[in-house]
Nanobody, 125 residues
Framework: VQLQASGGGLVQAGGSLRLSCVLS????????MGWFRQAPGKEREFVAA????????KHADSVKGRFTISRDSAKNAVFLQMNSLKPEDTAVYYC???????????????????WGKGTLVTVSS
């Protein structure tokens, strides 16, 4: 099983980045997917999640209106479009796959079954 995240980098405040994550080795279409982030010295926190059908999404209050999660089942990929980036968005961003066929769209890291290695996003002021 592999979750490969990409798209991180250095961007100025107010800029945009698009993160991508591809799931291989497991069926993508039967899993909710999520993005989490971890800043230095802080706990991993929820950013966004999307149901396996793509019909429902959830975003953390801190990113609402700026970040958008989406998925493309044909590509086994989940995306995080990040606009109006702020220095406090600086973190390692992780994509995660929930357990297969779970009903609840969870925002808890403990609920995730598989994790990618993370991609670093740095926002300069």
């Amino acid at each position: 099983v592999q979750l490969q995240a990409s798209g991180g980098g250095l961007v100025q405040a107010g800029g945009s980045l698009r993160l991508s994550c591809v799931l291989s080795g497991r069926t993508f279409s039967n899993r909710h997917m999520g993005w989490f982030r971890q800043a230095p010295g802080k706990e991993r926190e929820f950013v966004a999640a999307i149901t396996r059908s793509g019909s429902s999404v959830k975003h953390a209050d801190s990113v609402k209106g700026r970040f958008t999660i989406s998925r493309d089942s044909a590509k086994n990929a989940v995306f995080l479009q990040m606009n109006s980036l702020k220095p406090e968005d600086t973190a390692v961003y992780y994509c995660a796959a929930d357990r297969a066929y779970t009903d609840i769209l969870s925002s808890s890291p403990r609920a995730m079954e598989y994790w990618g290695k993370g991609t670093l996003v740095t926002v300069s002021s």
